[in-house]
């Protein structure tokens, strides 16, 4: 089955920690996203990438870090410096080019909490 | 500044009606539009997309209406099902052609048996 996963679907971090989250893709799409959402909060673009080795800054960058070194991958680093990470955090996944209105593909989330 | 606006009251209808959920815009000129459907811990899943020379898309139970005179967007649940109940997003492609939708904080519709 075609999908995108992500790992862990919750996850705990002590203040001062780096933690990385998994995004993982099989439906050979070009892009691939990160965003964040709070509650009653829409969706928050923080970092996407349109092709291997290159990805670009979305809206929230600070305190987050990214890397595309494969397609199939985009995993997403909060580091100690995002100062208020507690959240849900999804992946997506699109066709890039071409036809450009292109629906996003979620995975299932993973909910970060700061302890 | 862009600004999208989904009623943040979550909308409770009966089963069997229609439920009609709206999404405005301001300081956009939106190529198009798409709606998904999130349920509680879940990621979104796309339902419909309409483009700005369309007037209307119909899928299933599901219909989108676009007025970019107006600004906004109607989806409707014809039938509407408890299953239906759910939050639902609407998406906009951000100004200056980007292929990147933004998205509205979504509208929770809950289906009473």
């Known amino acids: 089955d075609g999908g995108i996963t992500q790992s862990p679907k919750y996850l705990f971090r002590k203040e001062g920690q780096n933690v990385t989250l998994s995004c993982e893709q099989n439906?050979?799409?070009?892009?691939m996203y990160w965003y964040r959402q709070d509650p009653g909060q829409g969706l928050r673009l923080i970092y996407y990438?349109?092709?291997?080795?290159?990805?670009q800054k979305g809206d929230i960058a600070e305190g987050y870090s990214v890397s595309r070194e494969k397609k199939e991958s985009f995993p997403l680093t909060v580091t100690s410096a995002q100062k208020n990470p507690t959240a849900f955090y999804l992946c997506?996944?699109?066709?890039?080019?071409?036809?450009?209105?292109?629906?996003?593909?979620f995975g299932p989330g993973t909910r970060l909490t700061v302890l | 500044s862009q600004k999208i606006e989904q009623n943040s009251e979550a909308l409770n209808i009966q089963e069997g009606k229609t439920a009609t959920l709206t999404c405005n815009y301001t300081n956009y000129s939106p190529a198009y539009l798409q709606w998904y459907r999130q349920d509680p811990g879940r990621g979104p899943v796309f339902l419909l997309l309409i483009r700005e020379n369309e007037k209307e898309k119909r899928k299933e139970r599901l219909k989108v209406t676009f007025d970019t005179t107006l600004k906004q967007s109607l989806f409707h649940i014809t039938a509407s099902q408890p299953a239906d109940s759910a939050t639902y997003l609407c998406a906009l492609d951000a100004s200056g052609g980007s292929y990147i939708p933004t998205f509205g904080r979504g509208t929770s519709l809950i289906v009473h048996p």
């Open positions: 990438s349109q092709i291997v080795n290159d990805f």
């Open positions: 997506a996944s699109s066709t890039f080019g071409g036809e450009r209105y292109n629906e996003q593909f």
């Open positions: 439906l050979n799409h070009d892009a």
